[in-house]
């Protein structure tokens, strides 16, 4: 496929041109400079994490006096990153502000793509993407088996989108997490005792900035920048700021940190939103002329996009430290992040089941497509005459429109956190966490659909290659039908509410033993809750009436990015919708049978000791037990708000063991061993509906049980070249997982309304299975020398359920893919940098993957590769101009059902450009 270059595009080819130009221009003085004065002495800082362990050696009466470590560079924040990797016990990737600072990278899952066996996606489900990386998960597994933390607590979050607000709940939204927030990311793929529990298969601690990690006296760091939307067409302002205090003696900072980020979004595509099998039921007379058609996979629905979002995130944080004796230091924190994401999502489909089935007639009546092709199963190309085939065409529409608006829609995330460190003495160190966290997710929905007059209209099938060749001819004129109501509409309006209280203590007990030199034990309490309303939009009189139409908002789609689609069509604006949704919706009646309540208490305990065997073999060994109390209060269509009570408990006993060695200078093996547990999906517990005549059921499943999972770590580290700033690794990993959540059917016992006592129902909803992963993690970085470097990692994952649960596809028809694995994901990355000029690039891929199920099929999203750059100009000692630029190659995010023959979308967000500049003091 073949795209012509844009401007903005052009430009970013250009400047990058310009940096190989300069870095050629630079060499020799890089030569003569290299390593410079600056990186030498950097080279020589121990990292933050060494002076911690160094501090807690010391006696209590003889405190190190702490200054920040000032990491300026790529490379200088590579050896960082390198060395803290390397001196850890555990398996553990680590990314720094600086390394950030030098990518566009706009939230914290943008730096995550690039880490070894870390894989993200640009939505919370099979929605599609929406041009910012959103969900994070590692080593091929659904995001919830990922657990996220801010300085080592649980943080709660919302989502915008209706699907992840009802079925979410646990795998956090990063799009509330701007990048500006890292001080440092770290990603534990290995399970320790002491990190809370819940990460399935890693753990993602993101630590923010603190007062004391600054220089003494004022400090303040900012940004404006301009974000450019290649589709949206709009430039609209970024801005972010920091304040640092610290007085001299190191006893009291204040750190403020605020943000204000505002984003256009535009993502034209094609969806195919429902594949089925040619019948009687909605085409006879087709059937009976051509009856080879019967069982035949055919497109139903198949519409062209057009989602339009203003995205505004803003928020903040505060961090207030005080040092009170040389001994005690106390820390409050509180942060706030709101992504306001108003939006509108146009769908107009071609819909032929209306004209095979003559508006549901099912008659003689119904008409037969006077072209069509067969290619296997699946009917590729299909036509209908430009005039009536029937007698009367009024009621029938070969075309219908839904435009749906969301006025309104936002997420947020808070927290408050408090933490105390006191040194005993010289030998026992005790930390003290308490907090609270909190999320939000809301979205109101005014869904107006149109169907059309009946008209000459075909499709043309190319499966992956390129989205569908679609005709109607009166796409571009409004013309509802007039035999029968033109008018369906829908609203609602949901809410989900998620928060968690929290406290723990751990100690730290240094033995002075060579063999066991340090121990360390703990305890934790959380409360967690999390409630779904769901209030069901009632249209008043006069909502469905072609005077009261929304027409004076009338509009036409733009020319898509994407060849065959209808453009020119016509559509409604977002403020004419709303105003048809306030003037005729009320939202008084509750929609019960979605709704939940779910409240969680879990008591962890652990104790864990560092263990050294001669001087080459260290490491970690402990044990975690975890009580896990559940209360589910599902609501049921036949008894209101009386809700089905479900209670269960369950004890999960969790060792681990982590090991070091080196086998020689440079040369460090790790083996690794643990069991995990990772909750469920809050969503997938609730919004239990109950058919009492059928004995049947759907949505969540309260009695699902955590994902607990075996797993086993095996990996060789090679550091070389100066300072250590090049690597090669490789690391072969095991995920055993007992009690996988899949899809399927299970039975329960529920009272029945109907019959007035307990009966069996056979419900079709979350359960559990046995799943495992296996793969492998290589990874390459090399610093040339001369300010140039490059970077290189894959990832291979091959995940599958092994379980065959009852009513599962795996089951079923021998499906047993898991949901997030992609077989293959690497990033390669090349910078250059000197005293005055910066530039990266970086490319990641990831293979096909199953995200999950949609209108009972399953929802592959197709490979895909990102391209990113960034480009740096010291204009002066303190301020910098950069441009970075995020999708460069312009990429097509694809899905398909079970095959590549069934497509289910096209999604194009465009190229997104930032330009600003960058101040320090």
């Known amino acids: 496929m073949k795209s012509k270059p844009t401007p903005v595009a052009s430009a970013v080819a250009l400047m990058l041109m310009s940096a190989a130009f300069a870095a050629q221009a630079q060499q020799t003085a890089a030569e003569t400079k290299e390593p410079s004065q600056q990186q030498a002495a950097e080279a020589k800082e121990p990292s933050q994490q060494q002076q911690t362990a160094e501090e807690a050696k010391k006696p209590a009466g003889k405190p190190v006096q702490m200054e920040a470590v000032i990491v300026r560079g790529i490379r200088a924040s590579l050896q960082q990153s390198l060395e803290q990797k390397r001196n850890s016990e555990t398996l553990v990737e680590v990314i720094t502000a600086e390394d950030v600072g030098k990518m566009p990278d706009k939230n914290v899952a943008d730096s995550l793509q690039r880490v070894p066996g870390v894989g993200v996606a640009t939505a919370g489900g099979a929605e599609g993407g929406f041009g910012e990386n959103d969900r994070v998960a590692i080593r091929g597994t659904p995001s919830f088996m990922t657990l996220t933390t801010l300085n080592g607590h649980t943080v709660s979050s919302g989502d915008w989108y209706v699907d992840n607000i009802t079925g979410g709940g646990r795998s956090v ?24 529990e819940g990460g399935g298969v890693g753990t993602v601690d993101i630590e923010t900035r603190k007062p004391f990690s600054f220089q003494p006296g004022l400090s303040a760091m900012g940004s404006l920048e301009g974000a450019y939307t290649e589709a949206a067409k709009k430039t609209d302002a970024q801005i972010s700021g920091l304040i640092n205090w610290k007085n001299e003696d190191n006893t009291v900072g204040v750190l403020v940190q605020a943000f204000h980020e505002k984003r256009h979004l ?16 909605f085409a006879p007379a087709w059937i009976a002329a051509n009856p080879e058609v019967e069982g035949k996979n055919i497109s139903l629905l198949t519409g062209s996009v057009l989602f339009q979002q203003e995205r505004v995130r803003k928020g903040g944080l505060i961090d207030v430290q005080v040092k009170p004796t040389n001994d005690l ?34 008659d003689a009546n119904s008409a037969v497509p006077s072209g069509y092709t067969i290619t296997g199963d699946t009917i590729t190309s299909l036509t209908f005459p430009s005039n009536c085939p029937v007698a009367d065409c009024s009621a029938m529409g070969a075309s219908v429109q839904d435009v749906i608006s969301r006025p309104g829609s936002y997420m947020e995330s808070k927290f408050l956190n408090f933490d105390a460190d006191w040194r005993v003495n010289d030998r026992l160190r005790v930390k003290g966490k308490a907090g609270t966290t909190r999320g939000t997710g809301h979205a109101r929905d005014y869904g107006y659909e149109v169907w059309n007059a009946y008209s000459g209209s075909s499709i043309t099938l190319h499966g992956l290659d390129a989205p569908a060749t ?16 033109f008018f369906g509409g829908w609203a609602s309006d949901i809410t989900a509410r998620d928060k968690e209280d929290y406290a723990q203590a751990d100690a730290t007990l240094n033995l002075d033993a060579e063999a066991i030199p340090v121990v360390r034990f703990g305890l934790r309490s959380a409360n967690h809750r999390r409630t779904l309303e769901w209030l069901q939009g009632t249209l008043g009189a006069g909502a469905g009436d072609l005077a009261n139409a929304p027409t004076n908002g009338l509009t036409t789609f733009p020319t898509s990015p994407l060849p065959n689609m209808l453009s020119g069509a016509w559509t409604f604006t977002p403020e004419a919708v709303n105003a048809w949704g306030e003037r005729f919706v009320t939202f008084t009646n509750h929609a019960y049978q979605s709704e939940f309540d779910i409240r969680e208490r879990a008591t962890a305990a652990y104790g864990m000791a560092d263990f050294n065997v001669g001087s080459n073999v260290s490491g970690n060994f402990g044990l975690r037990v975890v009580r896990t109390e559940v209360k589910v209060a599902n609501g049921s269509p036949n008894n209101v708000w009386n809700p089905i009570i479900t209670e269960n408990n369950y004890t999960d006993v969790l060792p681990s063991a982590n090991v070091r060695v080196e086998l020689a200078k440079d040369l460090i093996g790790r083996a690794a061993a643990s069991r995990t547990m990772a909750r469920p999906e809050i969503g997938s517990l609730g919004a239990l509906s109950l058919q009492d005549i059928q004995r049947t059921g759907t949505g969540g499943n309260p009695n699902l049980k955590p994902v607990r999972s075996n797993n086993f770590d095996l990996g060789v580290e090679w550091y070389f070249g100066p300072r250590s700033r090049s690597m090669v690794s490789a690391n072969a990993f095991a995920l055993d997982m007992s009690s996988y959540v899949t899809y399927g059917t299970y039975t329960a016992t529920y009272f029945n309304q109907s019959a007035g006592m307990d009966t069996v129902y056979t419900l079709s909803a979350a359960t559990n299975t046995k799943a495992r992963v296996r793969g492998v993690e290589l990874a390459y970085v090399q610093d040339l020398g001369y300010g140039f470097g490059f970077n290189a990692n894959y990832t291979y994952a091959d995940g599958k359920e092994t379980g065959k649960a009852p009513g599962s596809a795996c089951a079923a028809t021998g499906n047993c893919d898991m949901v997030g694995t992609s077989k293959s994901t690497y990033n390669l990355g090349a910078f250059f940098e000197n005293d005055t000029f910066n530039a990266r690039l970086a490319y990641n891929y990831r293979s096909k993957f199953l995200n999950g199920l949609n209108r009972n099929s399953a929802i592959y999203q197709d490979a ?3 391209l990113s750059a960034s480009l740096g100009y010291k204009l002066s000692k303190n301020l910098s101009f950069t441009i970075e630029g995020k999708d460069l190659n312009d990429p097509v995010l694809k899905s398909y059902a079970s095959t590549p023959d069934q497509p289910r979308a096209f999604y194009k967000n465009g190229r997104q450009i930032y330009f600003g500049i960058r101040g320090q003091i």
């Not at 001080?183 to 290995?190: D, E, M």
């Not at 535009?266 to 039921?281: I, P, S, Y």
């Open 266 to 281: 535009r993502r034209m595509g094609q969806e195919f939103l429902w594949w089925d099998k040619v019948a009687t039921w």
């Open 173 to 196: 939204s990063y799009s509330l997490f701007p990048s500006e927030l890292i001080g440092n990311v770290k990603v534990y793929k290995t399970s320790r005792a002491d990190l809370v």
């Open 329 to 362: 230091t106390l820390d409050v924190s509180a942060f706030a992040s709101r992504m306001d994401a108003t939006n509108i999502n146009a769908n107009f489909m071609l819909s032929p089941y209306q004209v095979l089935s003559n508006n549901w007639s099912n």
């Open 470 to 485: 679609v005709i109607i001819d009166n796409a571009g004129t409004f013309s509802p039908r007039t035999g029968a109501p």
């Open 864 to 866: 895909i590769g990102t």
